[in-house]
């Protein structure tokens, strides 16, 4: 069998039994709490993936997940450990809503593409902070970026409150954007919008440019091993940078379409926790961006479907957390113990061909 088919098998097979355990132990969770968990994992179901609304509502949460997930897994891959997602994406988000309040009179096709590209910069700027502050002085770029999400986080919460808050408002809340800022609708009555083709493409062109071009390659080989790309001629501290801008430039995307696709307006804390939660989406997927397109996706039927089986059921919101706690950490055990699967099925069905030959020649 071809080494790459059975290597996705392989992966295949993991994430099937990860699921397949993770949800015996919710099961037996649910059980303890007094829920019914075939009613509720059917209500989980049918919230994420049954009908336009529902369905709609789980591509709709994955996208920010995805889009964060991507830059994210790529400055993982470089070695450079990139976890100020949260900061990077408010930045990204409070710089499209700016663009796209003070901006006036720019058609559509120039006033939404330069709101995105804002904030890409915004997000990319944030990400250089540290990534500068480790290659240039050696500081601990984990350290550094966890720190820096406060910094971003409460600067956004300030400028809600003060001079970016809506006229009229009680809450801390920016102006509407205007309609030429806003991302067309795929499905009416849905919050779902073009930013689904927009992350398709960048999915795409993620993996064309990392896996089949030449700045690809080197970005890869740094990952791997540092030493031996700067020995072979890589300027290692030219593409740790180029991956962990990027890195910020995607989590500010991933604020961004959340403003221009659906909510219109920037509200504090309007997107807890995403920018941590993308740092579990990317080592779900194994650092690949279409196993990132998948944990993305799986991440937000999980989410969508939890809000419908808490309306349904009963269940309290906290169980979506523990579920989603314990699917990634079943996800990522499996991922990351690498059993061969598809070699120790052919084991045992060589030693029971063995064994029945040795009966057959007795």
Same mark, same amino acid.
């Given at each position: 069998?071809?080494?790459?088919?059975?290597?996705?098998?392989?992966?295949?097979?993991?994430?099937?039994?990860?699921?397949?355990?993770?949800?015996?132990?919710?099961?037996?969770?649910?059980?303890?709490?007094?829920?019914?968990?075939?009613?509720?994992?059917?209500?989980?179901?049918?919230?994420?993936?049954?009908? =336009?609304?529902?369905?709609?509502?789980?591509?709709?949460?994955?996208?920010?997940?995805? @889009?964060?997930?991507?830059?994210?897994?790529?400055?993982?891959?470089?070695?450079?450990?990139?976890?100020?997602?949260?900061?990077?994406?408010?930045?990204?988000?409070?710089?499209?809503?700016?663009?796209?309040?003070?901006?006036?009179?720019?058609?559509?096709?120039?006033?939404?593409?330069?709101?995105?590209?804002?904030?890409?910069?915004?997000?990319?700027?944030?990400?250089?902070?540290?990534?500068?502050?480790?290659?240039? =002085?050696?500081?601990?770029?984990?350290?550094?970026? /966890?720190?820096?999400?406060?910094?971003?986080?409460?600067? /956004?919460?300030?400028?809600?409150?003060?001079?970016? =808050?809506?006229?009229?408002?009680?809450?801390?809340?920016?102006?509407?954007?205007?309609?030429?800022?806003?991302?067309?609708?795929?499905?009416?009555?849905?919050?779902?919008?073009?930013?689904?083709?927009?992350?398709?493409?960048?999915?795409?062109?993620?993996?064309?440019?990392?896996?089949?071009?030449?700045?690809?390659?080197?970005?890869?080989?740094?990952?791997?091993?540092?030493?031996?790309?700067?020995?072979?001629?890589?300027?290692?501290?030219?593409?740790?940078?180029?991956?962990?801008?990027?890195?910020?430039? @995607?989590?500010? @995307?991933?604020?961004?379409?959340?403003?221009?696709?659906?909510?219109?307006?920037?509200?504090?804390?309007?997107?807890?926790?995403?920018?941590?939660?993308?740092?579990?989406?990317?080592?779900?997927?194994?650092?690949?961006?279409?196993?990132?397109?998948?944990?993305?996706? @799986?991440?937000?039927?999980?989410?969508?479907?939890?809000?419908?089986?808490?309306?349904?059921?009963?269940?309290?919101?906290?169980?979506?957390?523990?579920?989603?706690?314990?699917?990634?950490?079943?996800?990522?055990?499996?991922?990351?113990?690498?059993?061969?699967?598809?070699?120790?099925?052919?084991?045992?069905?060589?030693?029971? =061909?063995?064994?029945?030959?040795?009966?057959?020649?007795?």
């Amino acid at each position: 069998m071809n080494k790459r088919v059975r290597s996705v098998l392989n992966s295949l097979i993991s994430v099937v039994l990860a699921l397949v355990l993770a949800f015996v132990v919710i099961g037996i969770l649910l059980m303890w709490r007094g829920y019914d968990p075939a009613a509720t994992f059917l209500a989980l179901f049918k919230g994420a993936f049954v009908g =336009k609304s529902n369905l709609s509502a789980s591509l709709v949460l994955a996208i920010p997940l995805i @889009l964060g997930g991507l830059g994210i897994a790529l400055s993982f891959r470089c070695g450079i450990f990139n976890i100020g997602g949260e900061g990077q994406l408010y930045l990204g988000a409070f710089a499209a809503t700016w663009l796209g309040v003070n901006l006036q009179g720019l058609p559509f096709f120039l006033h939404i593409p330069i709101c995105l590209l804002g904030s890409m910069l915004f997000g990319g700027m944030w990400a250089l902070i540290p990534g500068w502050l480790k290659i240039k =002085k050696g500081y601990n770029e984990t350290i550094t970026s /966890v720190l820096l999400n406060y910094v971003g986080l409460y600067f /956004v919460n300030y400028t809600l409150a003060s001079f970016f =808050k809506g006229e009229g408002t009680l809450n801390n809340q920016s102006p509407k954007i205007q309609e030429s800022a806003m991302l067309s609708r795929l499905i009416p009555g849905t919050e779902l919008s073009t930013s689904l083709y927009l992350t398709i493409a960048i999915v795409i062109l993620f993996w064309f440019i990392f896996y089949k071009t030449d700045i690809g390659f080197k970005l890869r080989a740094v990952g791997a091993n540092g030493e031996a790309a700067r020995t072979s001629g890589v300027n290692t501290g030219k593409y740790l940078l180029i991956a962990i801008i990027t890195s910020g430039a @995607l989590s500010g @995307l991933a604020g961004s379409v959340q403003i221009l696709g659906y909510q219109h307006l920037l509200v504090q804390n309007f997107s807890p926790n995403t920018g941590y939660d993308i740092i579990s989406v990317a080592l779900m997927g194994s650092l690949h961006p279409v196993g990132v397109a998948l944990a993305g996706f @799986l991440l937000g039927a999980l989410r969508s479907g939890a809000s419908v089986m808490q309306i349904m059921m009963g269940v309290p919101v906290t169980i979506l957390y523990i579920i989603q706690g314990i699917v990634i950490l079943s996800v990522l055990g499996f991922s990351y113990a690498k059993i061969d699967f598809i070699g120790l099925v052919s084991g045992l069905f060589s030693d029971s =061909k063995r064994g029945m030959e040795k009966e057959a020649a007795k």
